[in-house]
């Protein structure tokens, strides 16, 4: 995919003054929380998180995009994202690099590094500017940390008397890095990802259906080591610890997601809603719920919106008891096997409230104020301040202001 984006770099260079388009996007955000347990963060892909006692920068981004039309049906895109990450390997950086063959009025094929389209906001969800809502929300789209498939995808868009439709398949695999508490990284493989989209869109309303099926292709060195240590153990002593040991397994178990979305803008009010359902063959998830609406209302440079979201996961009822003499050495080794098969353990909502200022063409202040409860911490969304999980504060409150550019 490196290689992609140099040779995307090289023809765009070299064809300077031809047909070529150079745009990019920004946004300075400041971030500040009360809350005491949780370090808040917007994805479970970002290496650190806001603190009680901090206001933080770390949530800006600035992204560069060019589009080089090499002929009439032929373009190739690429994208730059950079933001706070766990090393600076350009791969990382690289959101979009692809190139895009349109057939006819109806056909397009892409080939490269494309957006992972899941999401109704799949294709903008890291552009400020480009949404009403401060950013996308977390109990809905931070639970995916994959953002981009390194595939190929093939869409279909007709006319229709009222409208336009269309369906998009992909297929490619995706890499991404989860970041929890004590340092712990993993850098996220999938393979075989297979989906479908369709999408109908009138003058003011658009729904959108998905499908997308995908298995592991890796795991975490610490769950071999984990279901090392409890083969060691009699099963005497700790009867269900099989049951354990199987929800350790995750290399080639399948993971598929479903959703519904819809939107509707008349210019004066928006709704939107997105509702999903993830879940998989692997004891670490099943049966994942999550949703949200936003009901906004814009007058004249100004937009308020309200948003409601909600993540629930069935995963508590999956984990086994521990051992029947718990010494030292053995109630660690449930904690961290429990920590791994409990990690998308999620109950979980929010509401929040944005004000959006239109205040140049180009430019829009945001803040917003977000209410957030849960039923247990620590969470996935989350990092933690750990000293705390002794009596975790359930219920917090997360004040934004973002500066949002387009040019």
């Given at each position: 995919m490196r290689l992609v984006f140099i040779c995307l770099l090289f023809l765009t260079t070299f064809s300077y003054g031809s047909d070529i388009d150079f745009s990019g996007f920004a946004t300075l955000k400041a971030v500040k929380t009360d809350s005491r347990t949780a370090k808040i963060r917007e994805s479970i892909s970002q290496p650190n998180g806001v603190t009680k006692d901090e206001l933080d920068f770390s949530f800006s981004s600035l992204g560069l995009q060019a589009e080089w039309h090499a002929s009439d049906n032929l373009e190739l895109v690429g994208q730059l994202l950079l933001k706070e990450q766990h090393d600076n390997q350009i791969n990382n950086a690289i959101k979009l690099a692809f190139l895009r063959y349109n057939l006819n009025s109806n056909w397009q094929f892409r080939a490269g590094r494309t957006g992972l389209d899941l999401?109704?906001?799949t294709e903008y969800r890291d552009i400020g500017y480009s949404m009403d809502m401060e950013h996308p929300p977390v109990e809905f789209y931070s639970i995916i940390p994959h953002q981009n498939l390194d595939g190929v995808d093939l869409q279909y868009r007709v006319p229709l008397e009222q409208g336009i439709a269309s369906i998009?398949?992909?297929?490619g695999r995706s890499e991404a890095p989860i970041y929890s508490d004590i340092d712990?990284?993993?850098n996220v493989e999938l393979k075989s990802i297979?989906?479908?989209v369709a999408q109908y869109e009138t003058l003011n309303w658009l729904f959108r259906a998905n499908y997308t099926t995908t298995k592991s292709a890796?795991?975490?060195?610490?769950?071999?080591?984990?279901?090392?240590?409890l083969a060691q153990v009699p099963l005497q002593i700790w009867p269900t610890k099989n049951e354990l040991i199987d929800s350790l397994y995750i290399i080639d178990e399948r993971f598929t997601y479903s959703a519904l979305s819809m939107r509707y803008d008349d210019s004066d009010w928006l709704i939107q809603s997105e509702i999903s359902?993830?879940?998989?063959?692997?004891n670490i998830l099943n049966h994942l719920k999550a949703g949200y609406v936003t009901l906004g209302k814009r007058f004249g440079l100004s937009t308020v919106s309200f948003t409601y979201s909600v993540a629930e996961s069935d995963n508590e009822t999956v984990i086994e008891s521990g051992p029947l003499t718990p010494s030292p050495e053995l109630l660690y080794l449930y904690e961290e096997a429990s920590t791994y098969s409990g990690f998308y353990q999620l109950d979980q909502r929010s509401t929040s409230l944005t004000w959006r200022r239109e205040l140049s063409p180009t430019l829009a202040l945001k803040l917003n104020w977000k209410r957030t409860s849960t039923n247990h911490l620590p969470s996935a969304f989350y990092l933690h301040n750990i000293e705390q999980f002794s009596d975790p504060d359930l219920s917090f409150n997360t004040l934004t202001l973002s500066f949002n550019w387009v040019f």
């Open positions: 999401f109704l906001m998009k398949a992909y297929w712990f990284y993993w297979v989906g479908v890796n795991e975490h060195e610490q769950q071999r080591l984990l279901r090392d240590a359902l993830t879940d998989s063959t692997s």
